[in-house]
T-cell receptor, first 115, second 113 residues
Framework: ETGVTQSPTHLIKTRGQQVTLRCSSQ?????VSWYQQALGQGPQFIFQ???????GRGNFPPRFSGLQFPNYSSELNVNALELDDSALYLC??????????????FGAGSRLTVL | SQQGEEDPQALSIQEGENATMNCSYK?????LQWYRQNSGRGLVHLIL?????REKHSGRLRVTLDTSKKSSSLLITASRAADTASYFC?????????????FGTGTRLQVTL
């Protein structure tokens, strides 16, 4: 079984630009979550997608948006980039089973630098 | 915002020694998980302990959970150089958003030969 793959691995943007990050879920997983990890910090939850709909969102502004496709792959879009958006963006997939105990499988991340 | 804090922030030990990391959190939880991260890469799940469990083992890992103190500890026995990584605790607060993990700030473990 394949794991979670993310692309691109590294990218550099300038302030005000837009970026799209992509993620392919692990086979058999139906839920995708995105996390932002600033340098030296723990990951912070951005949002979760289940059955192609946003199902839970963290404390991030609307310029952070996402999509989940029928094959459970996902995109994270960030508009009007700010310097503080520089971070490692992690995608994680899981199989929603209920019971409040999902184990996440993470991708290796996309490192975004905003200049 | 971070749910909790790991303690210590950094830990340096020699190979063969035991490493203990602590995690405190703020709200009631359904379960607590520990993840490992190598050098700014993706996180790898280590172990999950449910709120009605007090201790769990997996190989060289031992996790305890004290819900009255809102704290957990991760013990790695007989550490190896390959255990060098950052370790994070993560809590799940409710059903319906079971993939929403709230992470602590992490402990950076360095295991030297």
């Amino acid at each position: 079984e394949t794991g979670v793959t993310q692309s691109p691995t590294h990218l550099i943007k300038t302030r005000g630009q837009q970026v799209t990050l992509r993620c392919s879920s692990q086979s058999g997983h139906n839920t995708v979550s995105w996390y932002q990890q600033a340098l030296g910090q723990g990951p912070q939850f951005i949002f979760q997608y289940y059955r192609e709909e946003e199902n839970g969102r963290g404390n991030f502004p609307p310029r952070f948006s996402g999509l989940q496709f029928p094959n459970y792959s996902s995109e994270l879009n960030v508009n009007a980039l700010e310097l503080d958006d520089s971070a490692l963006y992690l995608c994680a997939s899981s199989r929603e089973q209920g019971g409040g105990a999902n184990v996440l499988t993470f991708g290796a991340g996309s490192r975004l630098t905003v200049l | 915002s971070q749910q909790g804090e790991e303690d210590p922030q950094a830990l340096s030990i020699q190979e063969g020694e035991n490493a203990t990391m602590n995690c405190s959190y703020k709200t009631s939880i359904n379960n607590l998980q520990w993840y490992r991260q190598n050098s700014g890469r993706g996180l790898v799940h280590l172990i999950l302990i449910r709120s009605n469990e007090r201790e769990k083992h997996s190989g060289r890992l031992r996790v305890t959970l004290d819900t009255s103190k809102k704290s957990s500890s991760l013990l790695i026995t007989a550490s190896r150089a390959a255990d060098t990584a950052s370790y994070f605790c993560a809590t799940t607060l409710g059903t319906g958003t079971a993939s929403k993990l709230t992470f602590g700030t992490g402990t950076r473990l360095q295991v030297t030969l």
